[in-house]
T-cell receptor
Framework: QQQVKQSPQSLIVQKGGIPIINCAYE??????FPWYQQFPGKGPALLIA?????SEKKEGRFTISFNKSAKQFSLHIMDSQPGDSATYFC????????FGKGTRLSVIA | DGGITQSPKYLFRKEGQNVTLSCEQN?????MYWYRQDPGQGLRLIYY???????QKGDIAEGYSVSREKKESFPLTVTSAQKNPTAFYLC??????????????FGPGTRLTVL
């Protein structure tokens, strides 16, 4: 009940493409769904977050889509750039957060 | 500058030694967390504390110990009982609020290597 399943493990896209990373959770009590971006050797940084009372949230080129009935949420990166190459983690819950295992994204020029 | 500091950035330990990783925050956050990161394993919770003088085990607490004597400090001790301690250790903090956007801030991490 506490797992968050994230896919794919790795993703390679061309510059300008729209990578999509998916997460699924089991615990219906979870009420906060953030995405974190991590560069090698650094701590993760919050990218964008959503609560279950909305189905979509956009911040710049990053969009979260949330499907409460399916217990799934996803991250879309519009017009991806080589600088977006990083590992992305979804999380769910409140305190403590439960993290997915991460997706390594490579954006190639 | 508000944030979380972890020290040292790199730490080398001989087998059988205990080591303590430092985590300090000046964000006035109530809750603090320790995670371990291994390649392909994501972030696994070791211990967390929601208030001073109280803490709870996470998913992989065996071989680790913590203390929370001050709100701003949450040190992690990796004991000799931890069988495979080589990893990247991350400290985080937040102010948990039900119904809110509880941004969790991470420190820069400590990379521990057992020689």
């Amino acid at each position: 009940q506490q797992q968050v399943k994230q896919s794919p493990q790795s993703l390679i896209v061309q510059k300008g493409g729209i990578p999509i990373i998916n997460c699924a959770y089991e615990n219906t009590a979870f009420d906060y769904f953030p995405w974190y971006q991590q560069f090698p050797g650094k701590g993760p940084a919050l990218l964008i977050a959503i609560r279950p009372d909305v189905s979509e949230k956009k911040e710049g080129r990053f969009t979260i889509s949330f499907n409460k009935s399916a217990k799934q949420f996803s991250l879309h990166i519009m017009d991806s750039q080589p600088g977006d190459s990083a590992t992305y983690f979804c999380a769910a819950g409140n305190t403590p957060l439960v993290f997915g295992k991460g997706t390594r994204l490579s954006v190639i020029a | 500058d508000g944030g979380i500091t972890q020290s040292p950035k790199y730490l080398f330990r001989k087998e059988g030694q205990n080591v303590t990783l430092s985590c300090e925050q000046n964000l006035n956050h109530d809750a603090m967390y320790w995670y371990r990161q291994d390649p392909g394993q994501g972030l696994r919770l070791i211990y967390y504390s929601q208030i001073v003088n109280d803490f709870q085990k996470g998913d992989i607490a065996e071989g680790y110990s913590v203390s929370r004597e001050k709100k701003e400090s949450f040190p992690l001790t990796v004991t000799s009982a931890q069988k495979n301690p080589t990893a990247f250790y991350l400290c985080a903090s937040t102010n948990p609020r039900r119904g809110g956007y509880n941004e969790q801030f991470f420190g820069p991490g400590t990379r521990l290597t057992v020689l």
